[in-house]
Nanobody, 116 residues
Framework: QAQLVESGGGLVQAGGSLRLSCAAS????????MAWFRQAPGKERELVAR?????YYADSVNGRFTISRDNAKSTVFLQMNNLKPEDSGVYYC????????????WGQGTQVTVSS
């Protein structure tokens, strides 16, 4: 069964860095669009970054976050630098075939908390 498992979340001070990892298993995700979403308390889940042939970043993280993938290790990363308190939330890894618009594989999420 296909599975995405996130790791790397934690508590960090504003201005600090974290690196999230998403390990995929159960099937190949080559040819899949991989993404990171986040959800803060009381807010809707939002797309943070996406990678396929090109990358996409939300305006709020552009220039501070970097998404990358290692297909050989079936892993996707999110390097987060210069973190701000508003970056706090649960971060989810997601995947979808490039032919679909909706993400159909989701991880369980990892908590990121940025203190001011």
């Amino acid at each position: 069964q296909a599975q995405l498992v996130e790791s790397g979340g934690g508590l960090v001070q504003a201005g600090g860095s974290l690196r999230l990892s998403c390990a995929a298993s159960g099937r190949t995700f080559r040819g899949y669009v991989m993404a990171w979403f986040r959800q803060a308390p009381g807010k809707e889940r939002e797309l943070v970054a996406r990678v396929f042939i090109t990358t996409y970043y939300a305006d709020s993280v552009n220039g501070r976050f970097t998404i990358s993938r290692d297909n050989a290790k079936s892993t996707v990363f999110l390097q987060m630098n210069n973190l701000k308190p508003e970056d706090s939330g649960v971060y989810y890894c997601a995947a979808r075939p490039s032919s679909l618009n909706e993400f159909n594989y989701w991880g369980q999420g990892t908590q990121v908390t940025v203190s001011s």
